[in-house]
């Protein structure tokens, strides 16, 4: 048994040198810049962590209590980390999880993007991100345990409020819309709970948005005075 272990973890890290020379190779054939091979084998290296097999067909041959099981074990930090999921019913959490769909993110990777359609949440498992108004103003650093972009899934129709970047390598986990609706939405307490969460977020973006577009137009109005004044003096 042992020795059979041994054999597929050293297969899996064969594959794994096999798709990295394979993108080596897909990177200088379409000649892509170095700052960008550098990214993508970064990502590859964080996404499998040197080891590569296919989760999904290990899965399809499990039980559906297996699969449930093996996705709580495996977002344990998650679950420990994110504040709204403590207290909730074994049972509401196992949808939740199970419904969460692993999202791997870069330093500087866009996550979310303000007034852009929002159909989905995302849980932060680890990493830090930085949470932007519309106009580029930062309104805070979110890491472990937070959880961004309910609020395009709470309003009918609301675009992203804010932005949300990568400061650091981000695990994340993504809820879709559909999935929310069935695991969360149906959860008065945790649904009512995000609301106020939500309603808090889009009245703080927006009062730091309003101060930001009224600096950028005194600094507007301040550096159009000082050229005037300059093209008067050379006059």
């Known amino acids: 048994m042992l020795i059979q272990i041994k054999a597929g973890r050293k297969a899996s890290e064969s594959k794994f040198q096999e798709i990295i020379n394979q993108l080596s190779a897909y990177t200088r054939q379409k000649q892509l810049p170095k700052n960008m091979r550098i990214r993508l084998l970064s990502y590859y290296h964080y996404r499998f962590r040197d080891s590569y097999f296919r989760e999904k067909l290990i899965l399809t041959n499990l039980t559906e209590q297996l699969r449930q099981e093996i996705a709580l074990q495996s977002s344990h930090r998650l679950v420990e980390n994110v504040a709204i999921f403590k207290a909730l019913p074994t049972h509401v959490l196992r949808s939740i999880v199970k419904n969460l769909r692993f999202e791997l993110y870069l330093p500087n990777d866009v996550i979310m993007k303000a007034g852009a359609q929002g159909d989905c949440m995302f849980f932060l498992s680890a990493g830090t991100v930085a949470v932007l108004t519309p106009t580029g103003k930062e309104i805070c650093h979110l890491d472990d345990g937070a959880h961004f972009g309910e609020v395009a899934l709470l309003v009918p129709d609301q675009r992203r409020v804010a932005s949300v970047i990568a400061i650091e390598v981000c695990e994340v986990y993504r809820l879709d819309r559909k999935d929310f609706r069935k695991c969360i939405a149906v959860h008065t307490e945790l649904f009512a709970k995000l609301e106020r969460i939500a309603a808090e977020r889009i009245e703080r973006a927006m009062v730091i948005e309003e101060q930001h577009k009224r ?15 300059h093209e008067g003096q050379l006059i």
């Open 215 to 229: 600096y950028l137009m005194r600094h507007s109005i301040h550096i159009e005075r000082r050229r005037r004044n």
